[in-house]
């Protein structure tokens, strides 16, 4: 019984139970330990670092993995597909293209794709950078976010395929002329012609019923 007294209410020193005394002190030296790992000596990581640290290993891994990945494909280097692979291009031409390209790419919003001027130059990387990034602001949207580097390459080399065909109603030329270099890519840009530079007229560049 303690000796203090609250108008007639006393209290009584029960000795606290041991398991629940040992497990005081037990939390007391766990958290000294917490101080000294985490905050004294730094060898534990808090959750910022924690975080960075898995995003560095996975950055690593992603890394590890694209090189060796044998189908990856990025503007530097598009393979041109192969029969299959422009079939394939073809039906996802038609199905998320044509409306602005025409089936046989000769163009409607968007501007034709059999002849010989370009937008932005006519090389497989130029067009596989051109279908990836886009040009969001003119009416050509990435589609980065619907297809894989792959499929973009299958597109890629289908638009290529379409250079020189016949379309039923060619849009007029809109952009320069451009031809391949011997080494493919774009960095060479031919001579003009005369009437190159012409963008198409007004009036065919409505939206075709
Ligand atoms: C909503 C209409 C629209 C759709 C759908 C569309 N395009 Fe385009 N595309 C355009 C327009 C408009 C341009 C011209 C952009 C500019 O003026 O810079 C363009 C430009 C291009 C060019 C560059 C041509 C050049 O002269 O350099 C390519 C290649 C192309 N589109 C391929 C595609 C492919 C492949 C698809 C389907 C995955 C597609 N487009 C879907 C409207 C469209």
């Known amino acids: 019984m303690l000796d203090h007294?609250?108008?007639g209410i006393r209290e009584l020193d029960n000795a606290l139970p041991p398991w629940w005394k040992y497990g005081f002190y037990f939390t007391i030296?766990?958290?000294?330990?917490?101080?000294?790992?985490?905050h004294v000596m730094g060898l534990g990581k808090n959750p910022t670092e924690e975080y960075n640290a898995e995003m560095e290993s996975?950055?690593?891994?992603?890394?590890?993995?694209?090189?060796?990945?044998?189908?990856?494909?990025?503007e530097n280097k598009v393979p041109m597909a192969d029969a299959a692979g422009i079939k394939?291009?073809?039906?996802?031409?038609?199905a998320n293209c044509a409306a602005c390209?025409?089936?046989?790419?000769?163009?409607?919003?968007?501007?034709?794709?059999?002849?010989?001027?370009?937008?932005?130059?006519?090389?497989?990387n130029d067009i596989f950078h051109t279908i990836k990034a886009g040009y969001p602001d003119k009416g050509m949207q990435s589609w980065s976010g619907k297809f894989s580097p792959k499929e973009i390459s299958y597109l890629a080399s289908f638009v290529k395929s379409l250079h020189g065909t016949k379309p039923a109603a060619p849009k007029p030329q809109q952009g320069e002329f451009w031809v391949e270099n011997l080494a493919g890519?774009?960095?060479?840009?031919?001579?003009?012609?005369?009437?190159?530079?012409?963008?198409?007229?007004?009036?065919?560049v409505g939206i075709k019923k």
């Open 88 to 94: 394939a291009g073809q039906a996802m031409f038609e």
């Open 29 to 38: 030296v766990v958290a000294f330990i917490y101080l000294l790992n985490f």
């Open 101 to 124: 390209h025409l089936k046989d790419g000769g163009g409607n919003v968007g501007p034709n794709l059999t002849d010989d001027y370009w937008l932005h130059k006519g090389s497989l």
């Open 58 to 74: 996975a950055r690593i891994q992603k890394e590890r993995f694209e090189a060796s990945n044998k189908d990856k494909i990025d």
């Open 5 to 7: 007294n609250y108008d």
């Open 185 to 204: 890519d774009s960095a060479a840009l031919a001579k003009p012609k005369p009437d190159s530079g012409v963008v198409a007229k007004p009036d065919s």
